[in-house]
């Protein structure tokens, strides 16, 4: 995503408030609402008029719906409405543990705050949801949402996502970077005693950024 992109017409408060309800359902994993729960939701009172906001956001691309005409049921963000609701893709699932084995992309989407999207020098983020408990020392939990901004050179100790062998391997662990007689190394440090350290030739490790958010999401949606 970009900057700036998906920018809703100034009059569209209501729509804008719908999309944003939308996204926090749909990141607390419930499902959508009805038009006249949807309408409520954002003050108002009449279902018609819940649902002409609702065809229009359906008519600019914002939404995509299905089953009844008058109901809000089966209505999902489409990129375009996440973007305008302030959320992001959650592009797949990495590993807190040893590694796994490339990225496995998800059709999911992560609601973060517009505010919270782009650092002030205008880095990139998105969402990863980890897989395993190497750095629950850390706070972080098999299952949680990291929001990683792109970071290719992250002081020692942050914690970082790193791809290793090529990129066929990608993990989530605390970097130092140190030198030995063999020449410059990463060390990647869980945060699990169960764990031990990963140590790799600087060459081989590739930072794709540093996480700056954990959002730990509901007992019942962790995966």
């Known amino acids: 995503m970009t900057k700036g992109a998906a920018v809703v017409p100034e009059n ?20 959508a609402p009805t038009v006249r729960e949807l309408g409520e939701a954002v003050g108002l009172r009449s279902s018609q008029t819940a649902y002409k906001h609702l065809k229009k956001l359906e008519e600019a691309g914002y939404v995509e719906r299905g089953g009844g005409s008058r109901r809000a049921r089966g209505v999902r963000l489409t990129e375009r409405g996440w973007e305008a609701a302030g959320g992001m893709p959650l592009l797949g699932r990495i590993a807190a543990g040893r590694g796994l084995e490339a990225v496995a992309v998800d059709d999911e989407s992560f609601y973060l705050p517009p505010e919270l999207r782009f650092s002030r020098s205008g880095r ?13 020392g ?20 942050e914690v970082v996502v790193a791809l290793l062998r090529g990129g066929e391997e990608v993990t989530v662990k605390r970097i130092f970077r140190e030198r030995g007689e063999a020449g410059e190394f990463v060390r990647l440090r869980p945060e699990n005693g169960d764990h031990e350290d990963l140590v790799v030739p600087a060459e081989e490790a590739e930072v794709q ?13 962790r995966r």
Do not use: C, N
Request: charged fraction near 35%.
């Open 12 to 31: 569209w408060g209501k729509r804008v408030e719908m999309l944003r309800h939308l996204a926090r359902m749909s990141a607390a994993g419930r499902g």
């Open 209 to 221: 950024g540093r996480v700056v958010f954990v959002v730990h999401p509901p007992r019942g949606r």
């Open 138 to 157: 850390a706070g972080i939990e098999d299952g949680d949402v990291l929001v990683v901004e792109e970071d290719e050179d992250p002081a020692d100790g």
């Open 124 to 136: 990139r983020r998105y969402a990863l949801r980890t897989v395993g408990q190497s750095m629950r």
